[in-house]
């Protein structure tokens, strides 16, 4: 098990990548753990802000978010200002409040598609839950019904088209797994080649895979 806090001094120690901001996105498929990780470095990273990805998506638009984000979010945050956006309520079907999103040391985005090729020249690393797509999807369906199966059947093609046509995985600069306690952290396909050894990597024990 890797020790997040170890890694989180890593992320906090990278150069800014939007304004005085060290983005760092939290991507994978839908069910593989995003979240839970990402509330869990946050944490490590001394209570770090998070942005959630489906608070800017909407039933029309499950991937045509990215102008609400350059708009609402990255632009403000790139020039040091506070960001505010309006979260979308999946039930009620509209925007809601605004929220505030402060320009601090380092911001996690976390979401399916928060690696997408627009949005990766404003992250200072790029971390990929590493789970299979099945299981992912199955343990979504799982933990949101059978309610909402009518919705996870339009997600699934919808995430499939997106990561055939912009695949996150590839530019990964760490691939994350889930164990029974705690977290596998390891070198993403980005950094094994060499683009970006930004991050200091430290291997503990051997791949649980």
């Known amino acids: 098990m890797d ?8 992320l906090a120690a990278l150069p800014p990548s939007c304004g005085p901001v060290r983005l760092v996105a939290v991507d ?14 946050a944490a490590a ?15 029309e638009e499950l ?10 979010v990255l632009g403000p945050l790139s020039r040091g ?17 605004a929220r505030a999103l402060e320009p601090a040391p380092v911001v996690l985005v976390e979401g399916v598609g928060a690696g997408r090729r627009e949005v990766r020249p404003w992250l200072a690393a790029l971390c990929w839950m590493e789970l299979d797509r099945e299981t992912s ?4 369906r799982r933990r949101d019904g ?3 199966t009518g919705f996870w059947d339009g997600w699934t093609l919808a995430e499939e088209r997106h990561f055939a046509g912009d695949p996150s995985r590839p530019y990964a600069d760490a691939l994350v797994r889930q164990l029974p306690e705690g977290y596998a952290w390891l070198p993403g396909p980005r950094a094994t080649a060499g683009v970006n050894r930004n991050v200091t990597y430290r291997s503990h024990g051997t791949a649980p895979y």
């Not at 997040?4 to 890593?10: I, P």
């Not at 999807?137 to 979504?140: K, P, S, V």
Request: cysteine-free.
């Open 3 to 10: 020790d997040l806090a170890r890694h989180a001094d890593d």
């Open 63 to 72: 991937f045509g978010w990215t102008g609400r984000l350059r708009e609402q």
């Open 81 to 97: 200002e506070r960001a505010r956006y309006a979260p979308y309520d999946w039930t009620e079907r509209r925007f809601g409040p």
């Open 146 to 148: 059978a309610g909402l």
């Open 137 to 140: 999807w199955e343990r979504g």
């Open 45 to 59: 990273l001394g209570g770090a802000p998070v942005l959630h990805l489906d608070d800017l998506a909407t039933h």
């Open 28 to 41: 994978g498929h839908a069910g593989s753990g995003k979240s839970t990780f990402a509330a869990r470095l």
